[in-house]
Protein backbone atom coordinates (compact mmCIF):
# COMPACT_ATOMS: atom_id res chain seq x y z
CA UNK A 1 0.00 0.00 0.00
CA UNK A 2 1.53 3.02 -1.03
CA UNK A 3 0.24 6.45 1.60
CA UNK A 4 2.16 8.69 -0.31
CA UNK A 5 1.77 8.90 -4.20
CA UNK A 6 4.20 11.55 -5.50
CA UNK A 7 3.62 13.02 -8.88
CA UNK A 8 4.93 13.48 -12.11
CA UNK A 9 8.07 10.83 -12.03
CA UNK A 10 10.22 13.35 -13.82
CA UNK A 11 10.16 16.86 -15.05
CA UNK A 12 12.09 18.50 -17.30
CA UNK A 13 12.01 22.73 -17.16
CA UNK A 14 13.68 25.26 -19.02
CA UNK A 15 15.81 27.77 -16.52
CA UNK A 16 13.93 30.22 -14.88
CA UNK A 17 10.68 28.52 -15.39
CA UNK A 18 8.47 26.64 -12.33
CA UNK A 19 8.65 23.25 -11.19
CA UNK A 20 5.86 21.49 -9.33
CA UNK A 21 5.36 18.56 -8.00
CA UNK A 22 2.74 17.24 -6.49
CA UNK A 23 2.01 14.27 -3.57
CA UNK A 24 -1.47 13.02 -2.25
CA UNK A 25 -1.50 11.02 1.04
CA UNK A 26 -3.95 8.38 2.52
CA UNK A 27 -3.67 8.53 5.79
CA UNK A 28 -5.47 11.33 8.33
CA UNK A 29 -3.06 11.06 11.23
CA UNK A 30 0.36 12.02 8.94
CA UNK A 31 1.10 15.92 10.00
CA UNK A 32 4.58 16.59 9.19
CA UNK A 33 4.87 16.92 5.83
CA UNK A 34 8.40 17.41 4.32
CA UNK A 35 10.22 17.53 1.16
CA UNK A 36 13.88 16.41 -0.06
CA UNK A 37 16.72 16.79 -2.60
CA UNK A 38 18.51 14.33 -3.23
CA UNK A 39 21.58 14.01 -5.86
CA UNK A 40 23.27 11.22 -7.09
CA UNK A 41 25.30 9.02 -4.88
CA UNK A 42 24.20 10.68 -1.91
CA UNK A 43 21.74 11.07 0.79
CA UNK A 44 18.12 13.09 1.03
CA UNK A 45 18.62 16.92 2.31
CA UNK A 46 15.60 18.88 3.63
CA UNK A 47 14.68 21.28 1.86
CA UNK A 48 11.42 22.70 3.61
CA UNK A 49 8.64 21.13 5.87
CA UNK A 50 5.12 22.14 6.52
CA UNK A 51 2.55 21.29 9.36
CA UNK A 52 -1.76 20.88 8.31
CA UNK A 53 -2.24 24.47 10.69
CA UNK A 54 -0.74 26.45 7.40
CA UNK A 55 -1.75 26.43 3.86
CA UNK A 56 1.35 28.30 2.48
CA UNK A 57 5.35 27.89 3.77
CA UNK A 58 7.61 29.62 1.48
CA UNK A 59 11.76 29.40 1.56
CA UNK A 60 13.90 31.12 -0.62
CA UNK A 61 12.71 29.86 -4.23
CA UNK A 62 10.74 27.12 -2.54
CA UNK A 63 6.94 27.09 -1.40
CA UNK A 64 4.98 24.10 -0.18
CA UNK A 65 1.07 24.34 -0.77
CA UNK A 66 -1.00 22.45 1.29
CA UNK A 67 -4.57 21.48 1.01
CA UNK A 68 -5.95 19.39 4.25
CA UNK A 69 -9.42 18.71 2.82
CA UNK A 70 -7.87 17.10 -0.26
CA UNK A 71 -4.99 15.40 1.68
CA UNK A 72 -2.68 17.05 -0.99
CA UNK A 73 0.36 19.15 -0.61
CA UNK A 74 2.56 20.45 -3.50
CA UNK A 75 6.57 21.89 -3.92
CA UNK A 76 6.89 24.81 -6.09
CA UNK A 77 10.50 25.71 -7.15
CA UNK A 78 10.54 29.01 -8.65
CA UNK A 79 13.06 30.55 -11.01
CA UNK A 80 14.52 26.91 -11.60
CA UNK A 81 18.27 26.84 -11.93
CA UNK A 82 20.78 23.67 -13.84
CA UNK A 83 21.48 23.20 -10.00
CA UNK A 84 18.58 22.38 -9.12
CA UNK A 85 18.60 19.23 -11.40
CA UNK A 86 18.01 16.51 -8.78
CA UNK A 87 15.25 14.11 -7.13
CA UNK A 88 12.80 15.65 -5.10
CA UNK A 89 10.83 12.92 -2.81
CA UNK A 90 7.80 14.22 -0.59
CA UNK A 91 7.51 12.57 2.82
CA UNK A 92 4.64 12.23 6.03
CA UNK A 93 4.95 11.70 9.19
CA UNK A 94 3.12 11.52 12.55
CA UNK A 95 4.03 13.50 15.11
CA UNK A 96 7.50 14.96 15.77
CA UNK A 97 9.35 16.21 13.07
CA UNK A 98 12.14 13.56 13.49
CA UNK A 99 9.60 10.73 13.50
CA UNK A 100 9.32 7.22 10.80
CA UNK A 101 8.69 8.96 7.40
CA UNK A 102 7.09 7.54 4.60
CA UNK A 103 8.49 8.44 1.28
CA UNK A 104 6.50 9.22 -1.86
CA UNK A 105 8.08 7.62 -4.90
CA UNK A 106 10.31 10.41 -5.68
CA UNK A 107 10.58 13.11 -8.93
CA UNK A 108 13.37 13.44 -11.35
CA UNK A 109 13.49 17.51 -11.94
CA UNK A 110 15.90 18.15 -15.31
CA UNK A 111 16.61 22.09 -15.37
CA UNK A 112 17.76 22.70 -18.86
CA UNK A 113 19.69 25.82 -19.29
CA UNK B 1 26.36 21.05 12.35
CA UNK B 2 23.90 18.21 12.53
CA UNK B 3 26.33 16.14 10.47
CA UNK B 4 25.81 12.34 10.05
CA UNK B 5 28.47 9.99 8.42
CA UNK B 6 28.47 6.83 6.94
CA UNK B 7 31.28 4.68 6.31
CA UNK B 8 32.15 3.16 3.68
CA UNK B 9 30.99 4.92 1.08
CA UNK B 10 31.25 2.30 -1.02
CA UNK B 11 31.75 -1.47 -0.58
CA UNK B 12 32.43 -4.37 -3.17
CA UNK B 13 32.57 -7.75 -1.76
CA UNK B 14 31.90 -11.23 -2.77
CA UNK B 15 28.65 -13.13 -2.29
CA UNK B 16 28.66 -14.88 0.89
CA UNK B 17 30.53 -12.60 3.35
CA UNK B 18 29.12 -10.39 6.17
CA UNK B 19 29.85 -6.66 5.25
CA UNK B 20 29.04 -3.78 8.17
CA UNK B 21 27.92 -0.37 7.85
CA UNK B 22 28.33 2.03 10.34
CA UNK B 23 26.19 5.63 10.84
CA UNK B 24 27.62 8.29 13.23
CA UNK B 25 26.16 11.81 14.40
CA UNK B 26 29.21 13.71 14.94
CA UNK B 27 28.01 17.11 16.31
CA UNK B 28 25.16 15.53 17.88
CA UNK B 29 23.27 12.79 20.11
CA UNK B 30 20.68 10.49 18.56
CA UNK B 31 18.98 8.07 20.30
CA UNK B 32 17.16 7.06 17.31
CA UNK B 33 18.05 6.08 14.00
CA UNK B 34 17.28 5.12 11.30
CA UNK B 35 18.35 2.60 7.87
CA UNK B 36 16.68 2.73 4.57
CA UNK B 37 17.58 0.81 1.50
CA UNK B 38 17.17 2.56 -1.79
CA UNK B 39 17.42 0.81 -5.01
CA UNK B 40 18.47 2.77 -8.78
CA UNK B 41 15.81 5.16 -9.86
CA UNK B 42 13.43 4.30 -6.46
CA UNK B 43 11.85 5.92 -3.61
CA UNK B 44 13.69 5.14 0.14
CA UNK B 45 12.54 2.47 1.77
CA UNK B 46 12.61 2.34 5.74
CA UNK B 47 14.36 -0.82 7.05
CA UNK B 48 14.31 -0.48 10.52
CA UNK B 49 14.52 1.57 13.56
CA UNK B 50 17.34 1.98 15.62
CA UNK B 51 17.11 2.43 19.38
CA UNK B 52 20.01 3.39 21.69
CA UNK B 53 20.31 0.16 24.11
CA UNK B 54 17.29 -1.91 22.71
CA UNK B 55 16.62 -3.78 20.02
CA UNK B 56 15.86 -2.28 16.75
CA UNK B 57 12.50 -2.31 14.97
CA UNK B 58 12.37 -3.42 11.55
CA UNK B 59 9.99 -2.95 9.09
CA UNK B 60 7.25 -6.00 7.47
CA UNK B 61 9.66 -7.75 5.04
CA UNK B 62 12.78 -7.07 6.43
CA UNK B 63 14.75 -10.15 7.44
CA UNK B 64 16.20 -9.32 10.67
CA UNK B 65 18.75 -12.54 10.73
CA UNK B 66 20.30 -10.87 7.42
CA UNK B 67 19.79 -7.14 8.45
CA UNK B 68 21.76 -6.96 12.37
CA UNK B 69 21.53 -3.26 13.73
CA UNK B 70 23.21 -2.52 17.23
CA UNK B 71 22.81 0.83 17.76
CA UNK B 72 25.47 0.86 21.28
CA UNK B 73 25.92 4.46 21.31
CA UNK B 74 24.18 7.88 21.77
CA UNK B 75 26.30 8.65 18.22
CA UNK B 76 26.85 5.35 16.45
CA UNK B 77 24.49 2.65 15.20
CA UNK B 78 26.08 -0.30 12.50
CA UNK B 79 24.20 -2.62 10.24
CA UNK B 80 25.57 -5.77 9.17
CA UNK B 81 24.36 -7.63 6.24
CA UNK B 82 25.03 -11.30 6.59
CA UNK B 83 25.82 -13.37 4.09
CA UNK B 84 25.29 -10.60 1.60
CA UNK B 85 23.99 -12.34 -2.05
CA UNK B 86 23.98 -9.84 -4.96
CA UNK B 87 20.15 -9.10 -4.39
CA UNK B 88 21.26 -7.42 -1.24
CA UNK B 89 23.27 -5.06 -3.48
CA UNK B 90 21.67 -1.23 -3.25
CA UNK B 91 22.23 2.04 -1.62
CA UNK B 92 21.94 1.95 1.86
CA UNK B 93 21.02 5.43 3.96
CA UNK B 94 21.23 5.82 7.07
CA UNK B 95 19.75 8.85 9.34
CA UNK B 96 19.39 10.16 12.81
CA UNK B 97 16.97 12.35 14.99
CA UNK B 98 18.56 14.13 17.61
CA UNK B 99 18.37 14.03 21.17
CA UNK B 100 17.90 17.45 21.85
CA UNK B 101 14.55 19.16 20.97
CA UNK B 102 13.64 16.22 19.46
CA UNK B 103 9.95 16.77 18.82
CA UNK B 104 11.09 20.08 16.47
CA UNK B 105 13.97 18.37 15.05
CA UNK B 106 14.06 16.39 11.63
CA UNK B 107 15.92 13.25 10.75
CA UNK B 108 19.15 14.07 9.20
CA UNK B 109 20.68 11.84 6.48
CA UNK B 110 24.23 10.80 5.96
CA UNK B 111 25.17 10.29 2.24
CA UNK B 112 24.87 6.73 2.00
CA UNK B 113 26.87 3.90 1.21
CA UNK B 114 26.53 1.88 -2.15
CA UNK B 115 27.05 -1.99 -1.77
CA UNK B 116 27.64 -4.32 -4.38
CA UNK B 117 27.79 -7.85 -4.43
CA UNK B 118 29.64 -10.18 -6.54
Keep these: QQQVKQSPQSLIVQKGGISIINCAYENTAFDYFPWYQQFPGKGPALLIAIRPDVSEKKEGRFTISFNKSAKQFSLHIMDSQPGDSATYFCAASIGAAGNKLTFGGGTRVLVKP | ?118
Excluded at chain 2, 32 to 42: D, I, N, S
Excluded at chain 2, 61 to 83: C, M, P, R, W, Y
Aim: glycine residues 6%.
Design chain 2, 1 to 118: GAVVSQHPSWVICKSGTSVKIECRSLDFQATTMFWYRQFPKQSLMLMATSNEGSKATYEQGVEKDKFLINHASLTLSTLTVTSAHPEDSSFYICSARPLQGASNQPQHFGDGTRLSIL
